[in-house]
């Protein structure tokens, strides 16, 4: 056993990050979660429109936010704090969107 072992240490410290959701700002889940909570990179702008900047974000919110601009889901964010208890797929928040106009 060597006195510091590196990848035992980094491997702790990775262990006790927290990491919070760019949107929702709650402690998000190991990638491997299968939780709602799970670690995913979003693109902030979608990849389907030439987005290429990415945060990390629970996997609820990903699925939520799907290809909404980021005014859309801005928008979507401010007219629905706690979003995240009563929405669970992009098309209730588009239709939720649709009804703020
Ligand atoms: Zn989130």
């Known amino acids: ?14 262990a006790r ?3 919070r959701c760019h949107y929702c700002e709650r ?11 799970a670690e995913t990179r979003d693109h ?11 945060v990390k974000c629970c996997w609820l ?3 939520l936010k799907g290809d909404l601009t980021p005014e859309r889901w801005a928008a ?3 007219a629905y704090p706690g979003w995240w208890k009563s929405f669970r797929t992009n098309r209730e ?9």
């Open 1 to 14: 056993m060597p006195w510091y072992d590196g990848q035992k240490a980094f491997r702790a410290v990775r």
């Open 17 to 19: 990050r927290v990491v």
């Open 27 to 37: 402690v998000l889940e190991p990638k491997t979660s299968k939780g709602f909570l």
């Open 44 to 54: 902030v702008v979608p990849a389907c429109l030439g987005g290429t900047v990415t």
């Open 61 to 63: 919110d990903n699925q």
């Open 76 to 78: 979507f964010m401010a």
């Open 93 to 101: 928040v588009t239709l939720a969107l649709r009804g703020l106009g």
